[in-house]
């Protein structure tokens, strides 16, 4: 069988191998199970309920699912694993220590989701006066939040699978690559061309800021193809062209700030934003 190992090819396909792949293993006493274990920060817990209903659950004789709180209340947080999915940003001091008490449990860490990846939505509270969002949200409750966060600013990341929420394609990719020792692979291509595969009518152009050009794909453009714009959930695609993005965006007429506003909404361009500008 075929395992594709160029980025730029046929994710479906790559997937559909794996799972082949997986289901060929035979199992006998010595088979070790990849140990996973499934931990949230702040988040809205979208991730989890992807894992919860992937296909992963129909591979329980390869995968030990030994921490998901979403599923079970067993606490396994001094337990050894192979491989620590790590949800949500950081907003508090207790995070920072709970992670890097997973770091030191966990052979391979995945940040798992965008909220992990790249801060995501929680940190559109960073550009606000925080003493008083703090005010207007809780009163006068006495409450600790600290700045959004990705959580590759406190521990080292091997795998990062962003996506607000993460495909269940994406996440089943991963999880068996590592299974049967393969490469992860993400696309190396852009939201537009899974986008110009679907045949929808560019929202680009008919003068909307859509940011499929810059976005990894991995979500066949479901937001386009909804006729939402794409906000960049997957973060910065490997061969994207910011500059020539932002000079389109100037040929169209469409305001900087309209642009940054879009950029900045899951942090997933903000150092190119601050480079570019
Ligand atoms: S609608 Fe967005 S994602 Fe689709 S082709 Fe146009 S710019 Fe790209
Ligand atoms: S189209 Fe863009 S914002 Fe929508 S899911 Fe895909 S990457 Fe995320």
Redesign the pocket.
């Known amino acids: 069988m075929t395992i594709i190992s160029d980025p730029s090819g046929d994710m479906h396909t790559l997937w559909i191998n794996l799972i082949e792949a997986a289901r060929s293993i035979k199992i006998n006493e010595n088979t070790k199970k990849l140990k996973i274990a499934l931990f949230d920060l702040t988040g809205c817990a979208g991730c989890q309920l992807q894992l919860a209903e992937s296909k992963l659950m129909h591979f329980n004789h390869l995968i030990e699912i030994c921490h998901f709180r979403m599923l079970s209340s067993f606490d396994y947080d001094d337990y050894d694993y192979d491989v620590a999915l790590v949800e949500g940003c950081i907003t508090h001091q207790d995070e920072v220590e709970r992670l890097k008490q997973i770091r030191q449990h966990a052979k391979i860490l995945v940040a798992f989701g965008t909220c992990a990846c790249y801060g995501g939505i929680s940190t559109q509270k960073n550009r606000s006066d925080m003493t008083q969002t703090i005010r207007e949200v809780y009163n006068s409750m006495p409450i600790e939040s600290q700045s959004a966060r990705k959580i590759s600013d406190v521990v080292k990341v091997e795998h990062n699978i962003s996506g607000c929420p993460v495909v269940k394609e994406e996440l089943e990719r991963v999880i068996l690559s590592l299974v049967i020792g393969s490469q992860v692979i993400f696309p190396n291509y852009?939201?537009?061309v899974e986008?110009?595969k679907q045949l929808?009518t560019?929202?680009?152009?008919l003068g909307k800021v859509?940011l499929?050009?810059l976005t990894r794909a991995g979500c066949n453009?479901v937001c386009?193809t909804g006729q939402s714009?794409?906000l960049g959930c997957h973060g910065p695609a490997e061969k994207h062209n910011m500059s020539a993005f932002l000079d389109r965006m100037k040929r169209n007429g469409v305001n900087y700030s309209r642009v940054q506003e879009k950029l900045a909404f899951y942090n997933a361009f903000v150092p190119v934003v601050s480079n570019e500008a």
């Open positions: 852009s939201v537009c986008c110009r929808n560019c929202l680009g152009k859509c499929g050009p453009a386009p714009v794409c």
